[in-house]
Nanobody, 115 residues
Framework: QVQLVESGGGLVEPGGSLRLSCVVS????????MGWYRQAPGKQRELVAQ???????NYADSVKGRFTISRDVAKNTVYLQMSSLKPEDTAVYYC?????????WGQGTQVIVSS
């Protein structure tokens, strides 16, 4: 049974940092491309960071230089380190494969950037 559980979100002031975690069960994250997606209120879900099976990373222009995706193979967990957060980063963040599988969406974790 596949399950992806995101955590680590919260309320943070502009310029602050958060680290999101995605614990995966049911498949090995090391052999597939994984990504972090986000959905802001009234907007479509977008892919913001991805890591390939060969550990190559790619980022949306809006987060490049501020977000870092990584994974721990032993823990089968994918992380998103977010720094220099901006109000426009406010969204629910999800992890999934790249390209995503509709059946794998979890609950997500809410990130609110506000003073």
């Amino acid at each position: 049974q596949v399950q992806l559980v995101e955590s680590g979100g919260g309320l943070v002031e502009p310029g602050g940092s958060l680290r999101l975690s995605c614990v995966v069960s049911g498949f090995r994250t090391s052999i597939v491309a994984m990504g972090w997606y986000r959905q802001a209120p009234g907007k479509q879900r977008e892919l913001v960071a991805q890591v390939s099976s060969g550990d190559h990373t790619n980022y949306a222009d809006s987060v490049k230089g501020r977000f870092t995706i990584s994974r721990d193979v032993a823990k089968n967990t994918v992380y998103l380190q977010m720094s220099s957060l901006k109000p426009e980063d406010t969204a629910v963040y999800y992890c999934n494969r790249v390209p995503y599988s509709a059946a794998y969406w979890g609950q997500g974790t809410q990130v609110i950037v506000s003073s």
